[in-house]
C-alpha cells in the first residue's frame, strides 16, 4: 500500500481547520506543532507541514500528492493541481479597497492609480478583464497600510470580515474572488485507492458536517404530512411510541433545509422536536 504525502499549512488561518478535518477522518497523528512531518499511525500518511506559498508547487512537483490550501494561493502560483474537494473553511473574499475618504466609484477610475497587492497575478488578470490600466505594485506582509503611507491609491488583500480594512480607514471597493480550502492532487492522483479511501473519509465528515439528526413526535393521524416534509436520506424511521395513537419520527435532513422546513413541521403537527449533529455519514 502506497504511503500518501498531504501538505497543510504549517501555521495561519488555515493550519488547525486542516489538522481537525484530518483528525474527524479518524487519523491518528502527532507532533503537529512542533515538526514539519508528522506521520499517521493508523493510515499510510505522513503529513508536511509547510508554508501555504509552497503546497501548491510541492504536490504539482510530486513531492506530495495531496495538499490542503486556499484557491487563491493555487491561482496566483498558477499551479497545475487537480481541485478534488472543496472543503468549506477558510472562505474569503479578494477585494480591492480604497481609502473611506476616495471619491472613486467605479473600477474603470482606477486607471492609472497604483495598488498594492500581495497578489500581483489574480489583480493583474482581474484588471485587465476590466480593461483597467493601473499600477500593479506588489508588497509582502501588510499591504493594508500602503495608502496611509503614500505607497499606493489602494489596495487588492483578502478579506474575512473587514476589521483589518476599517482599522486602517479602508473601504471594500470591488470584489476581484471568492476563495476556500481545497484538497487539491496532481493529476490522476483521484486513481490511487488510498486517495480514494481519503476522500471518502473526507466527503463523510463533510456531509455530517452539512446536516442534523432530527427526532419529533406526531399523531399517527398527521404522520404522513410530516414524512412529506422530513424524506430523510431515503425516507425517514418511524417508531411505535407507549401511546398508540403517536409515533417518533426520526430523520436525516440538510440544515439549511430544515430551518426552512421548521414552522410547516409545527404546523403539521411536529412536537418535541430534537436536533442533533452527525459526525460522520457514509454514503
Known amino acids: 500500500m502506497k504511503t500518501l504525502k498531504i501538505a497543510i499549512q504549517k501555521s495561519g488561518r488555515l493550519n488547525e481547520k486542516s489538522v481537525e478535518i484530518l483528525k474527524n477522518c479518524g487519523l491518528s497523528f502527532e507532533n503537529y506543532k512542533s515538526s514539519l512531518i508528522s506521520t499517521v499511525t493508523n493510515f499510510p500518511l505522513e503529513i508536511l507541514f509547510l508554508r501555504d506559498d509552497d503546497i501548491p508547487e510541492y504536490v504539482q512537483d510530486g513531492i506530495a500528492d495531496l495538499g490542503i490550501v486556499g484557491e487563491n494561493v493555487i491561482v496566483e502560483a498558477g499551479a497545475e493541481v487537480t481541485y478534488l474537494q472543496k472543503l468549506g473553511f477558510g472562505k474569503c473574499t479578494l477585494k480591492i479597497a480604497i481609502p473611506n475618504e476616495s471619491q472613486i466609484t467605479d473600477i474603470s477610475q482606477l486607471g492609472g492609480k497604483a495598488i498594492a497587492t500581495s497578489y500581483p497575478v489574480i489583480l493583474q488578470k482581474y484588471l485587465d478583464d476590466n480593461k483597467v490600466n493601473a499600477e500593479v505594485r506588489t508588497i509582502s506582509g501588510s499591504v ?15 478579506v474575512s470580515t473587514g476589521g483589518t480594512l476599517k482599522s486602517n480607514g479602508l473601504k471594500p471597493f470591488s470584489e476581484v474572488m471568492k476563495s476556500e480550502a481545497v484538497l487539491i492532487g496532481k493529476e490522476g492522483s483521484d486513481l490511487l485507492p488510498e486517495v480514494q479511501e481519503l476522500l471518502q473519509r473526507i466527503r463523510s465528515v463533510l456531509r455530517a458536517k452539512e446536516t442534523k439528526y432530527v427526532v419529533l413526535n406526531v399523531a399517527k393521524s398527521n404522520l404522513q404530512k410530516i414524512v412529506d416534509l422530513l424524506p430523510g436520506v431515503k425516507s425517514p424511521t418511524v417508531v411505535p411510541l407507549f401511546d398508540a395513537d403517536w409515533v417518533a419520527v426520526h430523520s436525516v435532513i440538510a440544515e439549511y433545509d430544515f430551518w426552512e422546513k421548521i414552522n410547516s413541521l409545527k404546523a403539521a403537527g411536529a412536537e418535541g422536536i430534537v436536533v442533533m449533529p452527525i459526525e460522520k455519514i457514509i454514503a
Open 144 to 158: 493594508e497600510i500602503g495608502p496611509g503611507l503614500g505607497l499606493s491609491d489602494a489596495i487588492c488583500d483578502i
